[in-house]
Structure formats: C-alpha cells, structure tokens
C-alpha cells in the first residue's frame, strides 16, 4: 500500500515504515506546537473548518477514538462516529460499498480500528483521491499514532538524539502492534540501542524486529536502560492456553521499583493502557516519579492533531 | 395525518403523498443547490444555526441517519442522536412521555425512522405546534427523503420532463418503501410510464400502485427502460418461507449486463443501498458506467438539507 | 467530599448538603435566565467555549444525558458521550485510570451518573485540580441537578417564599435518589412543611429526612398541599419480593384526581420521569391542568447550564 501522493507528500497514515526521520520530526515538532499542559486550555483553530472525519472503531477502543475525535474538532472539522461493519458480510453490505457510501456523504478523511489485517490499507487502495485514511490500530501490526506519540514523549524527557538512547520494550511484544510501531519509528530516528525484553512465548518472530537485541529477562534486559516501554497483555489475541498467569508474569516481568532501579536513574517508565496493575507493572511504579504515562495521553491529542493537518494540508483541488 | 400548516406550508415530512409537482420541484431545485461534487467542500450555511434536531432510530441505519445528522450540521444544527425506544412498552415510558420530554429540551425536530406503521405519524399528531417530524423510514410504507433523491437523481441524468421517461422498478416492491415513495414522488412529476417488475410473490397487492404497469420478468419489463431502479430483498420483512433463493433470484431477476441492454443505451442504473450482489445486481452492472448509485448517497445530504431548511424556514413564531 | 474550593466557590456538584440558601437562590437566579419557552429559540453563549464535557453514564438515561448533553453544547462547550465502564474490573483498567486518561486528553468537567455509592465522589477526590465532577444521579442517594430543577419549577410557580409552602412527596421514596436531592434543596430552602407519603415498605429508614413528617396514606399526607411530588416506583433497586402489584399500589397511592382535590386547589403537580401511568399517576393528572411535569424537564436544562458555568466561572488559571 502506497501511503503517499504522487508528489511524494503524506495522503494516508497506515504505518510507519518508509517514513523518513525529516518527515518523523516535523510530524513531531508540528504534534509540540499542540501540547496542552494540564489545566491549560487546549489550543484550537479552524484549519480543518468544512471538514468532516468519520471514526470507523470496530474494535472497542475508548482513548483513541476519543483522542481522535477532540483532535478533529479542536481543528475545526465535523467528527462523527460511524458504527458500521467493515466485515464484508455484516448485513449483505460489502465493506467497499459502505466505504463509497460514507464517501459520497463527503468524509475527507476516515479513521480506522480494525482487528483484521489488511482492512485499513484495503480501505485506503479503494478511496476516492481526495479521502485520506487514517489507522487508528491494525491487528498487531501498526498503530502508527501511537508511535509518534510515543516518541514525541520520549523527545520531550530525552530531548532529540535518539543515538545516545537505549530503549527497552517489555512484556506481550509478539501480540502488540504498539511495540511495530514504536521498532519502526525509534530505528527511523537512529535509536542507540533497543532491546526486547519477553518470555519466550511472547517473543516475536524470528524474522521480525532485526535491530532488536532480546532479553529473556529483566534483570539483563534492563540495564542502564534510559527508556522503559511496558506493554499491556494482549490477552484478547492469545489462545486460552498461551495466557500467562498473571501472578507468576508480574514476578517474571512486572516493572517493580527494584527492576526498576536496574536501569538509569532518570530512566523513564512508558505504557500504552490501559494497564493491568499488578501484573505487567507495580501501582507504585505506574504512579511514580519516573512514569511519563499520562504524558503520553496528552501527546497523543497533540500527534493526532498534527497527522490529521498534515494529510488535509496537502490535498489536491477537485478537478 | 395532515403534514402542512394551515397557510399550506410544510410542517412535517412523513409521506410524499399530496404533494404537489410544483412543491417537488421546488424542493429539488433548492436541493440541487446543495449538492456536492466529489472532492469538493460541502457547502455549508448557518440557516438552522440554534436549532436542535433528534435523530430517533429504531431500526439499525448507517447511511440514512449519518446523512441527516451531517445536512443538520452543515446548515449549522445541533444533531443528536436519541438513543430511545419509541414503543409504549419501553420501560414503562410512553412513547408520548418520551417525545414530549424531548420536546421540552428544546428540539426544533425529529428525524424517525420505525419498523411500526404509524408511529411516526403519531409522534407528528402530538408534538407542539413549533417542532417538525421528517420520516428517515416508516415501515415498508414510506421514505419519502429517498424518494426525493431518486427523482433528483433521475432529473440530473434525464432532466425535467418525466413525461418522457420510461421508469421500470425491479424487485422486492412488496416489503420496499423505497418504491413506493418513487412511486409518489415520479407520478406526482407525470411521468411516462411506470412499470413494477417482480416475481408473483413480491409484487404488491392488487389495489397498490394503480399507475403501475406489471411485468413478471425482466425481459419484458426492461425493454426501453430510461430508469432502471432496483430494490434489495427485503429479507428482514419477510417469513422465512417466503425468502428468494438467492442464486435462483439473480438467475430470474438479477440485473445483469446482458438484461440491461435491453433498456435503453443510455438508460440509468439506481439502487437505494445496501446492494445483494450477486442476488439483486451483478457487481459490473452495479460498478458500471451506468450505475448512479454513489449519485444517489450523495444527493441524499442535499435532499435532506433542502427539506430541513423548508419545514424549518416558514416556522411560526412562538406565540 | 469536599466539593468547594479552597475559596468556597464550588467546583464539583456532588450533592446538595451543605449548599447555603443565597448559594441555591444564586444558582435558581442564574438558571431562571436561561429558561426557555416552548417554541423559542434557546439562549446560547459562549461561557465554556474552548471546554470539553465528558458525559459518564454508566446507568441507561436519555433525559439527563441529554440535557447535560444541550446544556454544555449551548454554552458552546464539546460535549462528548463516553462509553466507558467506571467499575473497576472493566477490561483491566482500573476506574482512576480511565478519568486520569480521560483527563489527559483535556476534559474540564466530568458528568457521571453511577449506581454505585461513592463512585462520583471518588472520581471527583481524584481528578487534577482544574477538573470539575457533577453527578447526574447516584444510586439512590443523591441527583443534585434535578432537585434543584424541581426548586426551580416550584419557585416558578409558587413564588421564592418557600415558608409558606406545604411539599408533599408521595411513592417510593426509600428508593429515591430524586427524593434525597428534592428534601435537601428544600429544606434548605426554609419549606414550611414536607411530607414523606409511603406505605410503610417505600418509607425510608427512619434516621433519614428528619424533618419530613411521615403519612402512611395519601388520604392524610395530601390534605392543603402547595407541591404534590410523585416518584418512580424504582423497580430496579428492589428485589423482586418487595416490587408491588401496580394495581394495588394505584388504588391505595396512585395520584387521582379526587385525590388532588385534597391538596390546595391551586397545588402543583410534579413528576421526575419516566412515569407509570396508571401505576404512580393517572394520566388525567399528568397531562391535566396542574401538572408541570414538561416544566421540569425545560428547567433541566436551564439549571445544568448555569451549574456548568457556575462551576468553570471561578476554575483557577492553570500555574
């Protein structure tokens, strides 16, 4: 799937692979300009006045979708929730019928959560050329938003040379479509050094993740690490007999203040929630000084706001 | 039910019967104004600006439904869609005690859609002098919004003089309220000829479509053809026993290429949505070069922002 | 909870204890000028323009809902509906981290209905400082909004004079949260008399509403009323052995018109919805000439704009 125009600017955002780290970066020095500390007023404007997006959510989803819908509006455009199937047998409609359909509405972009791979690019071979799409999450494989929140958040503690970085990833890498995107776009900014860090069962491929060092454990993984990504366990995409017990996970793998201390001082603690406590991270390690969490929220406002600019900017006229 | 005013204006919209050709025609003119080619920016005005409009459906609809909320909101409305059962039996609320509670939050008017004969011409009977019901879909009865974009889309590809026209309606016509508001809508414009095409047990009863002339098969039915307008099975209106097997339908009654040659060659090819491929229409026929089809979805926004402004427009002030 | 600011000024609205008089005169004032005839176009500004308004309804309502809804969208704040579970145990994320992520993306004022004791006011101890938390009903204990909506509607008709007025509340008020809120208001309010009219099964626990005197029959308890209160029998909050049989409960507490006759010629109607007809109410008294049931609801909205404003009004600038 091509994500660009032919005049090589952003149409769609489907993943991250290919972007470039220019590109990467004035996504996010544009995503800055729209951070709203706490109690602040959120900035808005009108740039997408006119516009309307519509949020195709087929999988349950409350942050996103919301975080998309206030990014849409505090921009100006119409943002509408459409609960339609994108399967193609939900009530004899064919999902392409139902994308023209929303189409010919005049939607000038749609955002889409889907469980099923290939659907958003799908959608996006078959748009009319002025509608861009928008993942909002694919299967296990991308949740491209999330990325560049993720290292926007990261830039905004450890400032922007990504070589002086280590950055761990722990826990339900194999199922996780946030750890694809943050690999794509922590290498795309010249990462130091990444390290996987997961019981074997949650390992990802073999093939997958080439510049990754794995760990089997936290002790080793963690060293001196200046970024900790925790992530949540997929338990929804595991069959029943690969879910861990979630006792002897946390005793594995949970980020407790011990493990914690393995790795730099001002090491800081990434999730992208929701969290199970107590499992994959101690309560207090999710509260504490370290954890950066709720700032990946708020960022996550600021990216989206920025990528919904970004693929409007450069639309062409109507012919 | 009377849907007019006493100075003859439109208060309600609830069925096209009665409506004069000259109050058509201005309706699709108005309508014509909005219209949007694709790609381009969906005109928008502040004609209803500090009105609220419900939308209450209760039967499932994506297309009918985001369609009046997005024509509400480019004339500068707020839309709200009114999660409420509408039947007397709903948690001990009557249907009334629910519309006069919203009626009593301000709405200007309701958008009904209901499975129930009647229903939206009860809550028209009952509502307070200032707030307007247009029906989204009333029963196998009436859709008379949809009868309004059929006929401006035959009007943009045939232009005005319906007497000319040749309009042949194939297929579940029993359980459609689709075709019986074209059927209102294109006799109330004079047109040529009607014929009603369908299998002996999807034609209507006897005493229904007067104008209508019956054929039993495509093959006599399509012949000249200028319109070509087909309906989808209405499966859920149906007793199991009585549903078409869908291979044998679209050997019978299946618009194929080989069956539209025998309309005429420029003849236009509709369908209310969402398509059966494959059992209604073959999927060239449908994504061919004589298929308006997206025109329609498209011309419904217009169509519905027309009638929102007319029954809004002549609006008695509050006494 | 301590729902004021360290100033005195409010910042949440989880109940009605503890407000002043000149605090709920002040809030009736501000409410009053937003009331809005049948038929008038209602009056909107720009008081939380820039606001966003998180909706949590994690019990079924349409009228409250809706009204927040219209309310904060009037006052030209995003109003958004959140579908999300408050418990606990809900998908693995805990209740506080979804109001800290909720918070996160900028929302200035939650709205929660919850029927669980404490959940408003454990949302509401836990929220950042510029975050305002109004209930929208919580269990049976409290619905702060609707008794002030119903101090409004008796002020309307009664005058401010709350002395000379005889309230009587008749049905289930052991199960009322709006009954909890109404006694509140109206005490406060300096009522000459309130009347708490049950069979004894409905009767509240007797340390509660201490200044209510209590009648075992509508016979005793009517007799001069100014204000006649109806309840919902609340179904859902008894077991199944304590429902009563509507047709007994009719006969025996249900409002008739000869049992309005004993009340004040003069008195008023009130019902908070949804209603039994034929249960709690006869439908000659509901839609009759003392009713004021539609006021109400008009009140709900005037009342749920001015506490939204009254609580962003005095919001500190972020430090």
Same mark, same amino acid.
């Given at each position: 799937?091509?994500?660009? &125009? ?21 996504? +996010? ?10 109690? @602040? ?32 509006? &505090? ?6 929730? +459409?609960? #339609? /199937?994108?399967?193609?047998? @939900? ?13 010919s509405l005049h939607f000038d972009a749609f955002v889409i959560r889907d469980s099923e791979p290939g659907v958003v690019a799908h959608v996006a071979a078959h748009v009319a050329p002025h509608v861009s799409v928008l993942s909002a999450g694919e299967a296990h494989l991308s949740h491209p938003t999330q990325g560049l929140l993720d290292a926007l958040t990261v830039r905004q503690h450890k400032g922007g040379d990504f070589s002086r970085l280590c950055v761990a990833i ?6 996780? =479509? ?32 080439? #510049?990754?060092? &794995? ?6 993984? +963690?060293?001196?690490?200046? #970024? ?28 407790? /203040? !011990?493990?914690?201390?393995? @790795?730099? !001082? ?6 992208? /929630? !929701? ?10 390690? @999710? ?15 600021? #990216?989206?706001?920025?990528? +919904? ?7 062409? =006229?109507?012919?």
């Amino acid at each position: 799937m091509e994500q660009r &125009r032919s005049d090589g600017s952003l149409r769609h955002l489907i993943t991250l692979e290919g972007l470039r780290r220019a590109e990467i970066e004035a996504l +996010l020095d544009h995503s800055q300009r729209y951070v709203c500390l706490p109690g @602040a007023t959120p900035p808005t404007n009108r740039a997408l006045a006119g516009k309307s997006i519509g949020n195709l959510f087929t999988e349950p989803s409350t942050r996103t979708r919301v975080s998309f819908e206030l990014a849409g509006r &505090r921009l100006g455009a119409e943002v509408l929730n +459409l609960e #339609v /199937q994108l399967s193609s047998r @939900a009530k004899g409609e064919s999902m392409l019928d139902t994308i023209h359909t929303l189409e010919s509405l005049h939607f000038d972009a749609f955002v889409i959560r889907d469980s099923e791979p290939g659907v958003v690019a799908h959608v996006a071979a078959h748009v009319a050329p002025h509608v861009s799409v928008l993942s909002a999450g694919e299967a296990h494989l991308s949740h491209p938003t999330q990325g560049l929140l993720d290292a926007l958040t990261v830039r905004q503690h450890k400032g922007g040379d990504f070589s002086r970085l280590c950055v761990a990833i722990v826990g339900d890498i194999r199922h996780s =479509r946030v750890a694809r995107s943050a690999y794509e776009v922590f290498t795309a900014l010249g990462v130091g050094e990444l390290r996987l860090i997961a019981p074997s069962g949650l390992m990802p491929a073999s093939g997958e993740f080439p #510049v990754g060092k &794995r760990h089997f454990t936290p002790e080793t993984g +963690l060293r001196d690490a200046d #970024v900790v990504m925790m992530l949540r366990l997929q338990k929804e995409r595991m069959a029943a007999a690969e879910i861990p017990d979630g006792e002897d996970y946390f005793a594995r793998f949970g980020l407790t /203040q !011990p493990r914690l201390r393995l @790795a730099r !001082p001002d090491a800081i603690v990434m999730h992208p /929630q !929701p969290m199970n406590r107590g499992i994959e991270i101690a309560s207090d390690v @999710a509260d504490g000084p370290q954890s950066v969490i709720r700032d990946q929220v708020r960022n996550g406002v600021a #990216v989206r706001m920025a990528v +919904l600019e970004a693929v409007a900017r450069a639309r062409p =006229r109507p012919s």
